[in-house]
């Protein structure tokens, strides 16, 4: 049995994850609306007829939290530092969010990592070091094997992402998830706990 590690905050720089809690509604919410047209090509949707029943953020928030500490889901917020005075890390902004999801042990040991962030804060390296310091936890800590991000083709964004980190391309799933709205060929890049070295954030440097 996985010994689980939850709560669980990191960080590197200025750049931090925290689980996702039940009173970041309003800052979150905030920045969803915000970022509506930014996000909306990229979402996730729920294909017709396996709607859920609508739910408040609080309880998202509580039942995320509760798998977490089952060992299946690890829902962090991405905060970020910005420039220096900005104050303590525990009033860093919420500027994204990040989901390492699917979590499997036994033979596998693998999960699927999805994140956004932020408009406002896109292109600062927030999210390159924020996917680093998930993944080399789900590598060194949990002991994980492999982590596996897919992304739609059309996303240059996340793309330059993956790249910058230096995961390996393995191909293109057609109609993979249900994003805005229909079901959207994605591209699969991986790397396995092998492969990593010192891990992602030794990269970063």
């Known amino acids: 049995m996985a010994i689980i590690h939850w709560p669980v905050e990191l960080q590197h720089g200025q750049v931090g994850l925290r689980p996702l809690r039940a009173g970041d509604g309003a800052e979150w919410s905030a920045a969803r609306q915000r970022n509506v047209s930014w996000l909306r090509p990229w979402d ?3 294909p017709p007829g396996a709607e859920d029943g609508a739910r408040t953020f609080r309880a998202m928030a509580r039942d ?19 420039a220096a005075g900005l104050g303590p890390k525990a009033k860093w902004p919420l500027v994204g969010q990040l989901t390492v999801s699917g979590i499997t042990y036994g ?13 406002q804060y ?20 949990l002991g994980l094997h492999r982590i596996e991000v897919a992304i739609r083709p059309e996303n240059k964004a996340s793309l330059r992402v ?21 079901w959207r060929d994605h ?19």
């Open 44 to 46: 996730a949707t729920q």
């Open 64 to 82: 995320w939290n509760r798998q977490a500490r089952f060992g299946r889901m690890l829902p962090f917020v991405i905060t970020y530092g910005g």
């Open 107 to 119: 033979s596998a040991r693998w999960a699927n990592l999805g994140y956004w962030v932020d408009e």
């Open 122 to 141: 896109a292109g600062r390296g927030i999210v390159p070091t924020a996917v680093a310091l998930a993944a080399d936890h789900c590598w060194f800590t």
């Open 162 to 182: 993956v790249e910058k980190l230096g995961f390996r391309y393995e191909g293109e799933r057609p109609r993979f998830l249900h994003i805005d709205g229909d």
């Open 187 to 205: 591209r699969i890049f991986a790397l396995n706990a092998e492969e990593v070295g010192p891990g992602l954030v030794a990269r970063l440097r």
